[in-house]
Structures are given as structure tokens and as C-alpha cells.
């Protein structure tokens, strides 16, 4: 079993930072990618941006310049830094996580969500 534990989440005016993190914990042999994803009321959960153990990034369009993702493999943790935010990031941001247990079995975990809103 892998679990998710997500925290940074709370209430920013618009053009604030926040910081998300989420620390994975569990029978972890590696992590393949970590990711942050989103989901607004009454529509479908989208990708944020994602990071491979190397550090390789990618990020949807509508975050891209204002949003970073960064790792610490050691640690099994990953962050979201969000700057310039807009009401329009407002959304659940879930964590997720793709990697092989220690008994050589492949996971894809997801965690509980936390909740970002943006409003002035």
C-alpha cells in the first residue's frame, strides 16, 4: 500500500502564492513520476503538470510561467509552487504517483485532495 498525504491548500487573493505538498509513504521501491492534478465543481479532473525521478516537467498550458513543480526523491515528496494565481485556478488539486512496490508491483496512488481557492 501507497498513500498520498497532500497539505498547502487554503484561500489567496488573486496574483498570491501558494505552495502545495504531498508526501508519499508505504512498501515504496521506486517512484516512476509524481504529479499534481486538478478538479473544479462539475468538471472532469485535468493534469496540473508531472515530474519523472530525473526531474523531467511538464505542465498544461494555462499554468505554464506560473506554476513549478520540483521533487525530493529522497524524501518521496513533491511540490507545487503556484505564483500569479487566478480565480481560475480554483480547484481541488489531488497528488498522484506512479511507481513499483517493494514487491516488484507497479502503483498508481492518489491522494485525498486539497482545496485551493482563489477569490478576492
Known amino acids: 500500500q501507497v498513500q498520498l498525504v497532500e497539505s498547502g491548500g487554503g484561500l489567496v487573493q488573486p496574483g498570491g502564492s501558494l505552495r502545495l505538498s504531498c508526501a508519499a509513504s508505504g512498501s515504496i521501491r521506486s517512484i516512476y513520476a509524481m504529479g499534481w492534478y486538478r478538479q473544479a465543481p462539475g468538471k472532469q479532473r485535468d493534469l496540473v503538470a508531472t515530474?519523472?525521478?530525473?526531474?523531467?516537467?511538464n505542465y498544461a498550458d494555462s499554468v505554464k510561467g506560473r506554476f513549478t513543480i520540483s521533487r525530493d526523491n529522497a524524501k518521496n515528496t513533491v511540490y507545487l509552487q503556484m505564483n500569479s494565481l487566478k480565480p481560475e485556478d480554483t480547484a481541488a488539486y489531488y497528488c498522484n504517483a506512479v511507481g513499483e512496490t517493494i514487491a516488484t508491483r507497479t502503483f498508481t496512488s492518489w491522494g485525498q485532495g486539497t482545496q485551493v481557492t482563489v477569490s478576492s
Open positions: 515530474i519523472t525521478a530525473s526531474g523531467n516537467a
